[in-house]
């Protein structure tokens, strides 16, 4: 039988291995994985705010820190948490209150009797996501302590520098409506953060959502403990290594800078945005405002 070519519809078969997928279709991959396994791992547990949960994405993917701000009772704390076990990664909490001292969120060092030397007990600080819980309740004093912690990544105790993780993420929150035994944070403090989420009320459907899992759980505590699965080793650092690669064209520089610089000139604005801001948006620019002049009635 004579052998006839192969028509255009037809292929020969090889026994080619497939083309590997090239380092930066890995980190799109990931990246797509990690935002799908999140929004549906969180939606397991928080009704609606699906624009909070992508928004923190993009901080913890940005290597940022976030502020929350909310009014009591609508599950920040509770939707940080669960980000952190989500995300399989070490977590700690600090709950804020008037007399919380620097020692008590960065460590100290001990004298052990036993051993004749001094020791470092490491304080929450040294962990991998850290839960500031009403920052605004913290004094000043331990406010400043945290700020070499979110700019430079690490601490100094007792003159020794101590580098903490890579990954280390602060998420904080704050009640806006609540000023009693508050301590606002300073524009200092503000411009370590990368991006602020404000978190809303629910809509309806999804307030009545929370009613049915409340009562199928048995409050609360059986929400925190539903099982939800983390993330798949690996996946979160290629997503950030992926986000790192992303290429801005060199006409968003003029741009950004335009922006930075003219909002120091607005005559509306007595502090405009900081050269930290252009590299990290949302963050560097406090935009306090000029007091306006107090209303004098028309003696007409």
């Known amino acids: ?18 083309v590997p997928p090239t380092e930066s279709e890995a980190g799109l991959e990931a990246t797509a994985r990690l935002v799908a396994h999140c929004r549906v791992e969180l939606g397991r547990v ?4 699906t624009e909070l ?8 993917l940005c290597h940022g820190h976030a502020l929350v701000e909310g009014v009591p009772g609508i599950a920040k704390t509770l939707t940080v948490k669960l980000l952190a076990a989500v995300l399989g990664i070490e977590f700690h909490r600090v709950q804020s209150t008037p007399d919380l001292m620097p020692g008590d969120i960065l460590g100290t060092t001990i004298f052990r009797p036993g051993t004749q030397d001094f020791s470092l007990h490491r304080g929450p600080v040294f962990t991998s996501f850290l839960l500031v819980d009403e920052i605004n309740r913290m004094p000043p004093r331990t406010q400043a302590a945290l700020l070499e912690c979110m700019e430079e990544r690490q601490v100094t105790i007792d003159g020794t520098t101590h580098r903490l993780p890579e990954f280390f993420t602060v998420f904080a929150t704050q009640n806006p409506v609540d000023f009693e035994g508050t301590y606002p944070l300073p524009e200092a403090q503000l411009d370590r953060f990368l991006i602020k989420l404000r978190m809303n009320y629910p809509s309806a459907s999804d307030e009545r959502l929370i009613l049915e899992r409340h009562h199928q759980t048995a409050g609360s ?11 798949a080793p690996g996946l979160l650092p290629a997503a950030q290594r992926e986000v790192r690669r992303v290429r801005i064209e060199t006409a968003l520089f003029d741009y950004i800078l335009n922006l930075a610089r003219r ?20 963050a560097g620019f406090t935009g ?6 107090p209303w004098v009635p028309d003696p007409r």
């Open 46 to 49: 928080i009704a609606g705010q």
């Open 1 to 18: 039988m004579e052998e006839h070519a192969p028509t255009v519809n037809e292929r020969p078969e090889t026994n080619a291995e497939e």
């Open 288 to 293: 306090l405002r000029r007091p306006r002049r």
């Open 221 to 231: 505590r059986g929400i925190e403990t539903d099982s939800l699965q983390p993330l």
């Open 263 to 282: 909002s120091r000139e607005w005559p509306m604005l007595v502090l405009g945005a900081s050269p930290r801001a252009g590299s990290q948006p949302d």
């Open 53 to 60: 949960i992508d928004q923190a994405l993009i901080a913890v």
